[in-house]
């Protein structure tokens, strides 16, 4: 059974950082599609982040890119998102995804197969 567990949410001020932490488990976490996505008050879903967890190959939305980080630690079959520089627009539920599908799809991968529950990101201006 594969189960993520979201970790490291909070509340912070605009320019503030946090690191968001996913353990996972029930998979091989060394050759899988993950990623990570977000959902503001009253918007829809938004990937912001993906990787191919075997060769690191990653990909972020353009909302982060230059200011959210992902990374991992296979040996603890963990995933992270170090997320700097953050505003009021980057308030809301952060969940890890986890995905079947192939390395060539992953950037563009959006039917994530397992769902952690998220964890809470709130920034004040």
């Known amino acids: 059974q594969v189960q993520l567990v979201e970790s490291g949410g909070g509340s912070v001020q605009a320019g503030g950082s946090l690191r968001l932490s996913c353990a996972g488990s029930g998979y091989t976490f060394g050759n899988a599609c993950m990623g990570w996505v977000r959902q503001a008050p009253g918007k829809g879903r938004e990937k912001i982040a993906a990787v191919w967890t075997e060769n690191n190959r990653t990909s972020y939305a353009d909302s982060v890119k230059g200011r959210f980080t992902m990374s991992q630690d296979r040996a603890k079959n963990t995933l992270y998102l170090q997320m700097d520089n953050l505003t009021p627009e980057d308030t809301g539920m952060y969940y890890c995804?986890?995905?079947?599908?192939?390395?060539?799809?992953?950037?563009?991968?959006?039917?994530?197969?397992?769902w952690g529950r998220g964890t809470q990101v709130s920034v004040s201006s």
């Open positions: 995804v986890a995905g079947l599908t192939w390395e060539r799809l992953c950037s563009l991968f959006l039917s994530w197969n397992y």
